[in-house]
């Protein structure tokens, strides 16, 4: 009778054990999101991160490889995942920019500019200088795009789009606002070029008036000009002022030059506001001169800022 039971014992544990790898089977997602867990670790140590289910992600082979290389970082589990489903998107961007469907490639381009992300530099340059050649109007994603990533491998293509011979082309204003975000100094020169030849002029001098370069000084002066829009010359002013004792030698030679036969109020005006905001001493100095100024408008100004003294 014993032998029975023991008998009995072991087919009974049998079926169990059969029972329970069909129940495996039949339950691919459950696999699966064990598989998740274990995969983090490759072997059946205990897993400090929660399962994966395979239906969160697009890419599974792409996030699964990308957990398993920073399983050791000291970062948790929600910026791991979040660093690898970046990650793994741009990937399945850049296929679509490798794309010969012209569809395709001009969704990945879109795609691409709106993620921030340093790797989509070199690909949207590219896409650019594709874009000068053959127009699809991508240029106008790619420049605003290139010009937040901020990165200086930027500026030779941006330049280019700035100053174009094309007159019917319309990227200049996007470029010169690009260079100006990106704020390389070596972009400077092309930029001051720029306003001489009346590319983008109000955008151009907007971008110098973000540079801290002693270069862009006189520009930013001429912009103080009465014809000038409004809001470029209210920029140009609050650079200017940002300057401080560095711009006051500049300031002080263009409020001098006027004469009888060009007054030149107004700019002398904006002049005159600068000097006394500076509380440079040599500007101090220039306005405690100019009380007695020929044009009243300016010597009620000097008077406001040095009064009798």
Same mark, same amino acid.
């Given at each position: 009778?014993?032998?029975?039971?023991?008998?009995?014992?072991?087919?009974?544990?049998?079926?169990?054990?059969?029972?329970?790898?069909?129940?495996?089977?039949?339950?691919?997602?459950?696999?699966?999101?064990?598989?998740?867990?274990?995969?983090?670790?490759?072997?059946?140590?205990?897993?400090?991160?929660?399962?994966?289910?395979?239906?969160?992600?697009?890419?599974?082979?792409?996030?699964?490889?990308?957990?398993?290389?920073?399983?050791?970082?000291?970062?948790?589990?929600?910026?791991?995942?979040?660093?690898?489903?970046?990650?793994?998107?741009?990937?399945?961007?850049?296929?679509?920019?490798?794309?010969?469907?012209?569809?395709?490639?001009?969704?990945? *381009?879109? /795609? !691409?500019?709106?993620?921030? #992300? $340093?790797?989509?530099? @070199?690909?949207?340059?590219? +896409? %650019?200088? &594709?874009?000068?050649?053959?127009?699809?109007?991508?240029?106008?994603?790619?420049?605003?795009?290139?010009?937040?990533?901020?990165?200086?491998?930027?500026?030779?293509?941006?330049?280019?789009?700035?100053?174009?011979?094309?007159?019917?082309?319309?990227?200049?204003?996007?470029?010169?606002?690009?260079?100006?975000?990106?704020?390389?100094?070596?972009?400077?020169?092309?930029?001051?070029?720029?306003?001489?030849?009346?590319?983008?002029?109000?955008?151009?001098?907007?971008?110098?008036?973000?540079?801290?370069?002693?270069?862009?000084?006189?520009?930013? *002066?001429? /912009? !103080?000009?009465?014809?000038? #829009? $409004?809001?470029?010359? @209210?920029?140009?002013?609050? +650079? %200017?002022? &940002?300057?401080?004792?560095?711009?006051?030698?500049?300031?002080?030679?263009?409020?001098?030059?006027?004469?009888?036969?060009?007054?030149?109020?107004?700019?002398?005006?904006?002049?005159?506001?600068?000097?006394?905001?500076?509380?440079?001493?040599?500007?101090?100095?220039?306005?405690?001169?100019?009380?007695?100024?020929?044009?009243?408008?300016?010597?009620?100004?000097?008077?406001?800022?040095?009064?009798?003294?």
């Amino acid at each position: 009778m014993r032998v029975y039971k023991h008998f009995f014992a072991m087919i009974l544990m049998l079926l169990l054990i059969f029972t329970n790898l069909l129940c495996a089977v039949a339950d691919p997602a459950e696999k699966s999101k064990m598989m998740g867990k274990d995969s983090i670790y490759g072997d059946s140590r205990p897993n400090r991160f929660p399962a994966i289910s395979v239906d969160s992600f697009g890419n599974l082979n792409c996030l699964e490889k990308c957990m398993q290389r920073n399983k050791m970082a000291s970062v948790g589990f929600e910026a791991i995942q979040e660093q690898c489903q970046q990650s793994c998107d741009l990937d399945d961007i850049l296929f679509q920019v490798r794309s010969q469907d012209i569809t395709v490639y001009k969704k990945g *381009i879109k /795609a !691409l500019c709106e993620i921030n #992300d $340093p790797r989509a530099v @070199q690909p949207l340059i590219t +896409a %650019l200088k &594709r874009d000068i050649k053959v127009r699809t109007g991508l240029w106008a994603w790619i420049i605003p795009a290139l010009g937040r990533l901020g990165d200086s491998a930027a500026v030779p293509i941006l330049e280019q789009t700035l100053t174009m011979s094309d007159d019917h082309w319309p990227g200049r204003e996007m470029s010169a606002n690009a260079l100006g975000n990106i704020g390389a100094t070596e972009s400077i020169p092309v930029l001051l070029e720029a306003v001489e030849r009346g590319y983008a002029r109000e955008s151009v001098i907007e971008a110098l008036a973000k540079f801290d370069d002693q270069r862009v000084i006189p520009t930013l *002066i001429l /912009a !103080l000009q009465p014809e000038e #829009d $409004p809001t470029t010359t @209210q920029v140009a002013m609050n +650079a %200017l002022h &940002r300057f401080g004792s560095e711009a006051v030698p500049k300031l002080i030679d263009a409020f001098n030059d006027f004469s009888p036969e060009y007054s030149a109020t107004q700019i002398r005006l904006r002049l005159c506001h600068l000097l006394g905001k500076s509380s440079d001493e040599r500007a101090i100095l220039r306005l405690q001169k100019s009380r007695n100024d020929p044009d009243t408008v300016i010597a009620e100004c000097a008077l406001g800022y040095v009064g009798n003294k």
